[in-house]
């Protein structure tokens, strides 16, 4: 039973325009949510973070925007650069236990 | 400063043998995460260490375990090896309680077993 759900395997969006992936979880008791980017053979690295108390947080290039209703998260990349091109991970917390539960991951490919 | 760091970077092993796989966390990192990146799968968590204590574990049979040692570092031991055991393992590192907003992964153990 996954929690946390990224639908779309994969993405292919032209340079300079907006890359958006999306990322629904089923818990209403998750108070935390992150991006994560993972180019091949490296680790996972912390993109943009959301708490529940907020519907959008921004960062440079990076907004992350919460729908609690619906229960969905998305990632907006703009504009969307070749170096974006990476997996992207949606990640919840849910509270004390310490662990991250990760959703698949969207493979983002920005074409020149 | 130095980030996190795994060891083997890969690892080849038969059905049925065991796996030892090594994690160094950021100096000062108490808390160390495993998890598995198996193909199609995302990351499933395994173990959480802190203070030299297991802390939590996921949906993992018991044939996987592991340990903290008093320099925080940690080891993921996998016994009785499977092929659905091939992955990539993950190991990160963070302050206690830190909630994953502190989550700085390593490079990863490749595990192929045969």
């Known amino acids: 039973d996954q929690q946390v759900k990224q639908n779309s395997p994969s993405l292919s969006v032209q340079e ?14 998750f108070d935390y949510f992150l991006w994560y980017k993972k180019y091949p053979a490296e680790g996972p690295t912390f993109l943009i973070s959301i708490s529940s108390i907020k519907d959008k947080n921004e960062d440079g290039r990076f907004t992350v925007f919460l729908n609690k209703s619906a229960k ?38 920005v074409k020149p | 400063e130095a980030g996190v760091t795994q060891s083997p970077t890969h690892l080849i092993k038969t059905r049925g043998q065991q796996a030892t796989l090594r994690c160094s966390p950021i100096s000062g990192h108490t808390s160390v995460y495993w998890y598995q990146q198996a193909l199609g799968l995302g990351l499933q968590f395994l173990l959480w260490y802190d203070e030299g204590e297991e802390r939590n574990r996921g949906n993992f049979p018991p044939r996987f375990s592991g340990r903290q040692f008093p320099n925080y570092s940690s080891e993921l031991n996998v016994n009785a090896l499977e092929l659905e055991d091939s992955a990539l393992y993950l190991c990160a ?22």
């Open chain 2, 93 to 114: 590192s963070s302050f206690r309680d830190a909630g994953g907003y502190g989550y700085t992964f390593g490079s990863g153990t490749r595990l192929t077993v045969v």
């Open chain 1, 72 to 109: 969905h998260l998305s990632l907006h990349i703009v504009p969307s650069q070749p170096g974006d091109s990476a997996v992207y991970f949606c990640a919840a917390n849910p509270g004390s236990q310490g662990n991250l539960i990760f959703g698949k991951g969207t493979k983002l490919s």
């Open chain 1, 16 to 29: 300079g325009r907006i890359s958006i992936l999306n990322c629904d979880y089923t818990n209403s008791m």
